[in-house]
Each structure stands twice: as structure tokens, then as C-alpha cells.
């Protein structure tokens, strides 16, 4: 819908169409769970939603990016193949083993805690950085564009944020769940 109503709106708009596009459609981020369990959630509920929204993804973003390949004026630089293994080395395989270890070895499980909390912190920061450096060169020249894209952004993370709240209350989801809805549908990986 996004796309279809800004087509005509020139290159800038269409590409900020389509990051809107791909942050609706990319998993809930890992640190969802960190933040569910630190805001005293249900986190079975928030790993259930990483697991499920990380198998969509290894499914939907190719199919997506396909469709979206033959947009004029879009450029895709990396090959289906090796954007379903990035879905899956970044989402999948991780959420895997991390469920694995806490279900067949709890104790260890929550001795690596601690570590895999700071290593997701530097590696959330890290990843700021590279996307930030990567939007430096483009600033000035897409002063217009950028702004359009940061309100969008935010309005669109407020929304994800309160549609999951309204959604968790009016399915009578206690106070633990609400919290896991919450953070699942608004913290994507983008």
C-alpha cells in the first residue's frame, strides 16, 4: 500500500516506501527478549514470537525482495541466496541454539547469560554504527528524504508498538503476555 501510494513520488520516496516495507516485514528483534524479561514479561512468549516471526522471514524477505527486485530504480546487490542465508545465520541459527541450551542445560544456559547480555548490547551498538556511518555520505544530499524518513520511522515504531497493546488487551492477555506483544511487535530487527 506504501509503495502504491508514493510510486509516482519520485526515487526518494519510493525507497523510503520500500525501508518502511521491509522493517514491517523483518523479525522481532533478538533484544526483544532481554527487554520482555527485563520488564518482568512472559519470556516463552517473546521467544515463541522470535521463533516464529525468524521462520517467516526466511521464507517472506526473499520472496519480498524478489518481487521488489523488479522495481524500477531499485538495485538489489546481493543475490536471494545469500540474503535468506543472512535471515538465517542472523535469526534462525541463533534462536536455535539458544533454545536448545536452555532447555537441555539450564544451569549453563544461565551462567552464559551475563556474557551474551554485553555481547548483544556491544553487537546492538556496533550495528548503530555501521548503519549510521553507511547513511553519512547521503545526508546532505537527501536532507528532504531523510527527514520524511525519520518521522515516518518513529510513527511507524509508535504505531507497531501501540497495535501490539491494543491487540494484547483486547485479547485479555494478563500483564506478563501484554508486555511480550508489546516489545514483539514494536522492536524489529531493522
Same mark, same amino acid.
Do not use: K
Given at each position: 500500500?506504501?509503495?502504491? =501510494? @508514493?510510486?509516482?513520488?519520485?526515487?526518494?520516496?519510493?525507497? *523510503?516506501?520500500?525501508? +518502511?516495507?521491509?522493517? @514491517?516485514? @523483518?523479525?522481532?528483534?533478538?533484544?526483544? #527478549?532481554?527487554?520482555?524479561?527485563?520488564?518482568?514479561?512472559?519470556?516463552?512468549? /517473546?521467544? $515463541?514470537?522470535?521463533?516464529?516471526?525468524?521462520?517467516?522471514?526466511? *521464507?517472506?524477505?526473499?520472496?519480498?525482495?524478489?518481487?521488489?527486485?523488479?522495481?524500477?530504480?531499485?538495485? +538489489?546487490?546481493?543475490?536471494?541466496?545469500?540474503?535468506?542465508?543472512? !535471515?538465517?545465520?542472523?535469526? /534462525?541459527?541463533? +534462536?536455535?541454539? $539458544? %533454545?536448545? *541450551?536452555?532447555?537441555?542445560?539450564?544451569?549453563?544456559?544461565?551462567?552464559?547469560?551475563? &556474557?551474551?547480555? *554485553? !555481547?548483544?548490547?556491544?553487537?546492538?551498538?556496533?550495528?548503530?554504527?555501521?548503519? /549510521?556511518?553507511?547513511?553519512?555520505?547521503?545526508? =546532505?544530499?537527501?536532507?528532504?528524504?531523510?527527514?520524511?524518513?525519520?518521522?515516518? %520511522? !518513529?510513527?511507524?515504531? =509508535?504505531?507497531?508498538?501501540?497495535?501490539?497493546? +491494543?491487540?494484547?488487551?483486547?485479547?485479555?492477555?494478563?500483564? #506478563?503476555? %501484554?508486555? =511480550?506483544? !508489546? &516489545? $514483539? %511487535?514494536?522492536?524489529?530487527?531493522?
Amino acid at each position: 500500500i506504501a509503495y502504491g =501510494a @508514493v510510486q509516482f513520488g519520485g526515487e526518494h520516496l519510493r525507497g *523510503i516506501a520500500v525501508g +518502511l516495507l521491509l522493517s @514491517v516485514m @523483518v523479525p522481532v528483534a533478538m533484544t526483544s #527478549a532481554v527487554w520482555t524479561r527485563a520488564s518482568q514479561g512472559s519470556v516463552a512468549l /517473546a521467544l $515463541g514470537t522470535l521463533a516464529v516471526t525468524s521462520l517467516l522471514a526466511v *521464507i517472506l524477505m526473499p520472496l519480498l525482495l524478489g518481487h521488489l527486485a523488479g522495481v524500477p530504480g531499485l538495485e +538489489l546487490g546481493a543475490s536471494l541466496h545469500h540474503v535468506r542465508m543472512q !535471515v538465517v545465520l542472523a535469526f /534462525a541459527v541463533p +534462536l536455535l541454539l $539458544g %533454545t536448545t *541450551i536452555r532447555s537441555f542445560i539450564p544451569a549453563f544456559a544461565d551462567l552464559l547469560e551475563p &556474557f551474551f547480555s *554485553i !555481547v548483544s548490547m556491544f553487537s546492538l551498538l556496533a550495528f548503530v554504527a555501521d548503519s /549510521a556511518s553507511a547513511v553519512r555520505p547521503h545526508l =546532505a544530499t537527501h536532507q528532504g528524504a531523510l527527514g520524511i524518513a525519520v518521522v515516518l %520511522t !518513529v510513527l511507524l515504531n =509508535a504505531g507497531s508498538y501501540g497495535v501490539g497493546y +491494543l491487540v494484547a488487551r483486547a485479547r485479555g492477555l494478563d500483564d #506478563a503476555e %501484554t508486555v =511480550a506483544v !508489546v &516489545f $514483539g %511487535t514494536g522492536m524489529r530487527s531493522v
